[in-house]
């Protein structure tokens, strides 16, 4: 009795947590929106006493109730109003001293007055928030968002109010072994409301995502579909591309889900010509706007194929760290500043390290014709086992995809990042493969491995991961953790599969400014060299389709303490987080242009 009576509360909890989620609202062109970006009050909450009582349990009338003393003996041990002040978007991190290394729990509250007009629904839409966020309106639950690096929304229709409203986050990134990523990462653990928040308006049956691309394989058929939320689910849509004159009616089924189809004369997405069309759907009840374009991507024996050719992609690792000012990058301008230097290296592609970026990475990505490696956080020492860390990286895995679907630049989705081998991973990551390749069949599957010795000098790529992926993905730190520069010389390259490989990682750290000769570790000249003997070493693979060096610009690590070189830096950039540009930069530059003459 006991037990069912907890599983029942179990339910329930789930239930409610979930509640009132739906469909993420992809994208939210030709909609009203209003921003709640600015200042948010906040209040540090190491000990979680906002949320629980003294003895641990939750506490009905915990922080998000934004309770204020009625008279002058009533007893409230909080009070956002005259608390300090956090900037959304943006991590706590860089915003105060306080804050730098804390990894805890923090309340964000942002109150607001809206219109809400008649026969519509409103939503409130968070681009990301690290890495565990409780969202409540005026005092009452909407549910739980688990992940750092993907959008989610909740309705509020039925709770949003004309005037008074307050919006309450609690926002915790303590590290947890079974989360993803787990306790061992590389990067900063920014914590806070990270991206943009807005409220989204929608009619009462709307449209709430939509998948418009080629087919796999075709450079003429788009296949997809168009789906409702709300009640009315029989409609008539409309895709339109009025550019290429399609204009094409399908029907909804009883879920609400019109499957798309048709052919048309389109001028394909490439670097060289990342050509986007304005695409609109309409629905009876609805009508929303992108920009998509279009390009097909496959591979064959071991060429990468865009719209049919063969092509080598020049890519650089990213980290979501921002240029000049430091923190996690959140805006159009950070995309087009590192976006930017990318392009002056001669890249055509990046790869977005270690989990989904900012949309406005990949949107800005489309519009310079950089193709993207997009991946979630399965890194390193996952809790394989968990069936609870397994459904939350594919939770993670399909906000990715959702959100990034009907981008023409994402060329890869990558499942992980250097796992270790193991039964139990390996059925995880083939899980994950799999889910991905139902939630979108167009794009290929990849993930970083690792590769070892057979003998000194051979290097073998034979990770069982790779007969599940389309693209072998290797990093490779020769010249750094792994011997001298020069021993890359000696180095010869197989693998086990008839694939194309990108060598996603590879680099040494330098400080800029710092100089010496080619030994001494830390220096442009240590860095330089690396990538002289990299580079020579790569040409020699037959079987290379595409390089993403470690990294386009230093990051913030906390596994880097070491004084006046790195101060928890990982100087691993081409670029420093000043925006300087270090010696191998050139060297790699040369490279990518040498590889387009
Ligand atoms: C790696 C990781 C990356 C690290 C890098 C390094 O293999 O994938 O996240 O930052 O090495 O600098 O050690």
Not at 47 to 54: A, K, P, R
Not at 312 to 335: C, K, M, Q, T
Not at 442 to 454: N, Q
Request: proline content about 4%; aromatic content about 12%.
């Amino acid at each position: 009795m006991k037990s069912l009576a907890l599983f029942a509360a179990l339910f329930v909890l789930v239930a409610t947590a979930h509640a009132q989620r739906v469909d993420l609202i992809a994208n939210s062109d030709g909609r009203k929106t209003v921003s709640l970006d600015g200042q948010w009050q906040m209040i540090v909450d190491p000990y979680e006493s906002g949320y629980y009582d003294y003895r641990y349990q939750p506490n009905p009338n915990g922080y998000f109730k934004n309770a204020k003393p009625k008279t002058k003996s009533d007893l409230v041990e909080y009070d956002f109003d005259s608390s300090n002040t956090l900037k959304v978007p943006g991590d706590w991190n860089t915003q105060s001293d306080q804050l730098f290394f804390y990894e805890g729990s923090v309340w964000y509250k942002k109150s607001f007055d809206y219109q809400h007009r008649p026969d519509t629904r409103v939503f409130v839409y968070f681009g990301a928030a690290n890495y565990l966020a409780d969202v409540y309106l005026n005092g009452e639950k909407l549910g739980q968002h688990e992940g750092g690096f993907t959008p989610f929304n909740f309705e509020i229709t039925n709770l949003i109010r004309d005037s008074g409203n307050f919006l309450i986050v609690k926002v915790d990134n303590k590290r947890r072994r079974d989360a993803v990523p787990t306790l061992m990462t590389d990067w900063w653990n920014y914590g806070g409301l990270t991206r943009y928040v807005k409220l989204i308006e929608t009619p009462a049956t709307f449209v709430s995502d939509y998948f418009i691309q080629l087919q796999k394989g075709s450079r003429d058929r788009v296949v997809g579909w168009v789906k409702l939320n709300g009640a009315q689910f029989s409609q008539r849509i409309i895709v339109r591309i009025p550019e290429a004159g399609v204009a094409k009616a399908f029907d909804t089924d009883a879920s609400g889900k019109a499957l798309v189809d048709f052919t048309a004369g389109l001028k394909l997405w490439s670097p060289e010509n990342p050509k986007l069309y304005d695409v609109t759907i309409e629905a009876e009840t609805d009508q929303v706007r992108d920009q998509i374009g279009f390009r097909s991507i496959e591979t064959r024996g071991t060429d990468i194929l865009l719209n049919g050719r063969p092509i080598f992609l020049r890519g650089v690792s990213i980290h979501e760290e921002a240029p000049f000012r430091s923190g996690r990058a959140y805006s159009r301008e950070d995309a087009q500043t590192l976006l930017g230097w990318a392009k002056e290296l001669g890249a055509n592609f990046v790869r977005l390290a270690h989990y989904p970026h900012n949309e406005h990475m990949v949107r800005e990505a489309d519009r310079l014709g950089i193709m993207v490696w997009s991946e979630i956080p399965v890194y390193w020492t996952i809790l394989w086992d968990n069936p609870a860390t397994l459904a939350n990286a594919r939770n993670q895995l399909s906000e990715m995809i959702a959100r990034d679907k009907n981008r023409a630049a994402v060329v890869i989705w990558s499942m992980a990042n250097e796992t270790p081998l193991s039964d139990a991973r390996l059925s995880f990551l083939r899980n994950l493969a799999g889910f991905a390749r139902s939630l979108d069949s167009t794009r290929l599957i990849s993930a970083a491995m690792e590769r070892h010795y057979v003998g000194a000098t051979t290097q073998m790529i034979d990770d069982p991961l790779g007969e599940y992926l389309d693209v072998l993905g290797c990093n490779e730190y020769v010249g750094w953790y792994d011997g001298l520069p020069e021993k890359a010389d000696r180095l010869e390259w197989r693998t086990k599969y008839e694939k194309p490989l990108i060598m996603s990682e590879f680099g040494g750290d330098a400080l800029f400014g710092n100089h010496g000769d080619v030994l001494a570790r830390w220096t442009e000249e240590y860095q330089e060299n690396l990538y002289r003997h990299q580079i020579a070493m790569l040409k020699r693979i037959p079987f290379l389709r595409g390089t993403t060096p470690w990294i386009l610009m230093d990051f913030r690590s906390p596994r880097r303490p070491l004084p006046r070189i790195q101060d928890y830096w990982n100087r691993k950039g081409l670029i420093s987080n000043r925006g300087e540009k270090k010696k191998a930069f050139y060297v790699l530059q040369r490279y990518y242009s040498d590889l387009q003459k």
